[in-house]
């Protein structure tokens, strides 16, 4: 069993950074692949990045290519987006989760966080 709280959300002026935490608790962070997802008001949950165990390999979805970094701390079992060059339409709730296989599809994990809301200001 795991549990994910995220923190570090709010608002923030277009162009601007945030960094989002996801503490987990639990055994074997490390043996869970890491995600970040975002769902809109009125749209459907999004993808945005994953990170494997070691933090070796990471995926991004294409929308956030080059702005956000995704990353872990095994040490401190906590997962790290770090968002810059926000646009209005990064706007959502932030969800991070975990998965044993590396995935962009949000079925394919098995424990979610509460989510975090980030508005971006025009």
């Known amino acids: 069993q795991v549990q994910l709280a995220e923190s570090g959300g709010g608002l923030v002026q277009t162009g601007g950074s945030l960094r989002l935490s996801c503490a987990a608790s639990?055994?074997?962070?490390?043996?869970?692949?890491m995600g970040w997802f975002r769902q809109a008001l009125g749209k459907e949950r999004e993808f945005i990045a994953a990170?494997?165990?070691?933090?070796?390999?990471?995926y991004y979805a294409d929308s956030v290519k080059g702005r956000f970094t995704i990353s872990r701390d095994g040490a401190k079992n906590t997962a790290y987006l770090q968002m810059s060059g926000l646009k209005p339409e990064d706007t959502a709730v932030y969800y991070c989760?975990?998965?044993?296989?590396?995935?962009?599809?949000?079925?394919?994990?098995?424990?979610w966080g509460q989510g975090t809301q980030v508005t971006v200001s025009s």
């Open positions: 990170i494997g165990g070691t933090g070796s390999v990471t």
């Open positions: 989760a975990a998965s044993r296989w590396a995935s962009r599809r949000g079925s394919e994990y098995d424990y």
């Open positions: 639990g055994r074997s962070f490390r043996n869970y692949v």
